[in-house]
């Protein structure tokens, strides 16, 4: 079956930095679209940042735009989100997303939790 681990999630400072992967398996990785999203408290699930199965095209939400980056190694599977200049507002549970480049199947990660302390 298709498994999403998100790994990397923890307790920073406001200005540090952390790098959240997500390893895929039971799909073939080079034909999904690999989003990052995330959810705090109280709030709705909300988009981060997704890159395209070749991993030539990006796209940002507003609020990390210059500050995260998303990348993916299809040898491993793996898709990465690099957050710097991390700020409160930051925190929230994040969540990995694969979307197949020509049907609606989708799936989504357990979530890793982000904490960043002001």
């Known amino acids: 079956q298709v498994q999403l681990v998100e790994s990397g999630g923890g307790l920073v400072q406001a200005g540090g930095s952390l790098r959240l992967s997500c390893a895929a398996s039971g799909l073939t990785f080079s034909i999904y679209r690999m989003g990052w999203f995330r959810q705090a408290p109280g709030k709705e699930r909300e988009f981060v940042a997704h890159?395209?199965?070749?991993?030539?095209?990006?796209n940002y939400a507003d609020s990390v735009k210059g500050r995260f980056t998303i990348s993916r190694d299809n040898a491993k599977n793996t898709v990465y989100l690099q957050m710097n200049s991390l700020k409160p507002e930051d925190t929230a549970v994040y969540y990995c997303?694969?979307?197949?480049?020509?049907?609606?199947?989708?799936?989504w990660g357990q979530g890793t939790q982000v904490t960043v302390s002001s």
């Open positions: 997303n694969a979307k197949h480049i020509l049907t609606v199947a989708g799936y």
């Open positions: 890159i395209e199965a070749s991993g030539g095209n990006t």
